[in-house]
């Protein structure tokens, strides 16, 4: 049972957009970067969001994160059927002096 | 290029001890946490610990501590995790990633190791 909460799945059609939303609390989400993590069945997880709302060099800028209080966000613009995979959010939990992952999100594109 | 490259594939039996390896290449070892995290079949992502290579300090998550071992070897830029008798509910891949942090602020794993699949079965 994570202490982050993420909706179990999303989906939309091409070149559309979703969002997905990551909950947490004051311990964790509220005073500590997000970051966001896309994983592809057999691949190795890769780091789309860090501090928040930054993008690594590499990663299309139709990804995008915010934060509200203890609440973050992923935005995915234009998608693409590639872009069908899961996706985690991650902090660090003060509380807990450890890091939490959210129980993930799969895209589906229609 | 910073990278992380894990050992291949183990099949054990329950009881079993087992180590895991993840080598970097292309930064300073020393100076970056290295963490590890566990999915399960059909399940997400889990973060089970960190260590510092500098000075192997480690923080577990209450989940993991006293199950697993984490060590690093920084004269060859290995970081390790070790089980001393696996059970079938080991079976997982594990994932290493460098950890970036920033103090008081918080931190994230870039990259990611390709994983190692442990599977423990009689």
């Known amino acids: 049972q994570s202490v982050l909460t993420q909706p179990p799945s999303v989906s939309a059609a091409p070149g559309q957009k979703v969002t997905i939303s990551c909950s947490g609390g004051s311990s964790n989400i509220g005073r500590n970067y997000v970051s966001w993590y896309q994983h592809l069945p057999g691949t190795a997880p890769r780091l789309l969001i860090y501090?928040?709302?930054k993008r690594p060099s590499g990663i299309p800028d139709r990804f995008s994160g915010s934060k509200s209080g203890t609440s973050a966000t992923l935005g995915i613009t234009g998608l693409q059927t590639g872009d069908e995979a899961d996706y985690y959010c991650?902090?660090?939990?003060?509380?807990?002096?450890?890091?939490?992952f959210g129980p993930g999100t799969k895209v589906a594109v229609l | 290029e910073v990278q992380l490259v894990q050992s291949g594939a183990e099949l054990k039996k329950p009881g079993e001890s087992l180590t895991i390896s993840c080598k970097a290449s292309?930064?300073?070892?020393?100076?970056?946490?290295i963490g590890w995290v566990r999915q399960m079949p059909g399940k997400g992502l889990e973060w089970m610990g960190i260590?510092?290579?500098?000075?192997?300090?480690?923080r577990y998550s209450p989940s993991f501590r006293g199950h697993v071992t984490m060590t690093a070897d920084t004269s060859i830029s290995t970081a390790y995790l070790q089980w001393s008798s696996l059970k079938a509910s080991d079976t997982a891949m594990y994932y290493c990633?460098?950890?970036?942090?920033?103090?008081?602020?918080?931190?994230?794993?870039?990259?990611w190791g390709q994983g190692t699949l442990v599977t423990v079965s009689s």
């Open positions: 501090e928040d709302n």
């Open positions: 991650g902090t660090w939990d003060s509380g807990l002096n450890g890091g939490v």
């Open positions: 260590i510092y290579p500098g000075d192997s300090d480690t």
């Open positions: 990633a460098r950890r970036v942090a920033v103090l008081g602020r918080g931190d994230w794993f870039d990259p």
């Open positions: 292309g930064y300073s070892f020393t100076t970056y946490w």
